[in-house]
Structure formats: C-alpha cells, structure tokens
C-alpha cells in the first residue's frame, strides 16, 4: 500500500483510518486513503524496476497500473511533481480525483495550468492544495500563502484545500495555520496525523496526535459555521 505517509508505513494509515482519523481532512473533516505519486517520483529508479520485474510494467504512466489503486479514495501530485507533465496527463485519462500540490515556487497562473493538463484530458475531479511556498524566512518549513486561497476560488471552480503541515514542519503550529486556512476560506484541511510521532520514519515532527486532530476538526467546523 501507498500512502501520503507512505514512509511512517501502511500500518499506520490504517490504524489511524480505523479510527476514523486518517490524514486527508477535505470539506466534512471526514477520512480518506489517499496514495501519494510523489513516492513514484522520489524512489522512480527503484519503483520501476520493482514494477518491471513484479508486474512486467515498463511505463509509470501506463493505464495498467491503475487497477492497483483500486482501493484508493484519491491521487496525490506532491509539489515537486506539478509539472511532471506526462504523470498529470496519465491522471486526466482516469476518473479518481486527483490532488494538485502546488509546486515550491509556482505562480497561481503556472498551478492552473498544470491542472488544466489533467482537466483537458477528460478528468474533471481535481483538487488544488496550497501547502506552502518557499521564500527568504527560515522559520518554518515553508511560507504559508492563505493568499491563494480566495485568489484561486476566484479564478477556477476547483476546490482549494490547505496543508498546515507542510507549511509549517513543526505540529505546535500546525492547528493555529489550519484554523487561519479556514478562516482564510478554504474548503478543506490536509493534515499528517500519526498516532506516535517520535516513531514515525518521516515527517514525525509535523504530525498532529488523533486527539490533537479531532480539536482541530472541532475548531473547524466551528470557524467555518458547520
């Protein structure tokens, strides 16, 4: 299984989704299994020989591979792969809603066009995420641009989620960037929850405990009238 977390392990997806707290938090605070296509970018080389020698894969991009995300709610496109054009048009050939990233230094008009690669392709289920651009501080992991929020609603129709997590590298700071989000207008948090972050294997020291998410959800709803 490949999943947004996929270095803390599959079993701790699925721990935290059997409680109902997994780590796509999207307009009804609900949860999802989301697989996360930056892995395919960051371990590409070992990926595809695995495929290759596996299942006989040559081609990240083919269509054959989809039948293994049959179980997946959703596609992530990390920030690093926006402008992988060849992964973004295999995604607009299939039907699972895809997740956008917004690359590193993307201008709101490069993250639109990197989208419409997906849309043109028939592919009408995207979902825009800003989750932190890089800028001059280094205060945080990066600069939280609540910004894009109502500037991208007001450009295209597509849903604009945020990630603190990322934005901020640090979990003390993760509730107070996700309640500005909503605040900010957006449809939906993305949120890195594990439940023992000092045993995580990636990303640990952005990881929200499930009690800490479940306020988090409950400030939300709050702050956005629901």
């Known amino acids: 299984i490949f999943s947004s977390d996929y270095a803390s392990g ?22 999802a299994l989301l697989i996360d296509l930056g892995v395919f970018a960051l371990c590409f080389s070992s990926f595809l020989a695995v495929m290759y020698f596996a299942f ?21 496109v990390g920030a690093r792969n926006m402008q992988n054009y060849a992964l973004l048009q295999a995604l607009g050939r299939q039907k699972k809603p895809v997740l956008l990233k917004r690359g590193l230094a993307a201008t709101y008009e490069e993250w639109m066009a990197s989208a419409e690669y997906i849309l043109r392709e028939g592919n009408p289920n995207v979902v825009l995420c800003e989750r932190g651009i890089r800028s001059y501080q280094s205060g945080t992991r990066g600069t ?29 700071w993760v509730s107070a960037l996700g309640r500005a989000a909503v605040a900010a207008g957006a449809d939906g948090l993305m949120v890195e929850v594990h439940p023992e972050p000092d045993r995580a294997l990636s990303d640990g020291q952005q990881a929200l405990l499930p009690e800490e998410f479940a306020q988090l959800a409950e400030d939300a709803r709050r702050i956005a009238g629901r």
């Open 10 to 31: 599959a079993d701790d997806i699925l721990r935290c989704t059997r409680h109902g707290r997994g780590r796509l938090a999207a307009a009804k605070m609900g949860s």
């Open 56 to 76: 006989g894969f040559d081609d990240i991009t083919s269509a054959e591979l989809l039948p293994l995300f049959d179980g997946i709610d959703m596609l992530q």
């Open 144 to 172: 939280l641009d609540l910004a894009a929020v109502p500037v991208m609603q007001s450009l295209t129709h597509l849903p604009v989620l945020v990630d603190p997590s990322h934005a901020a590298g640090v979990s003390e």
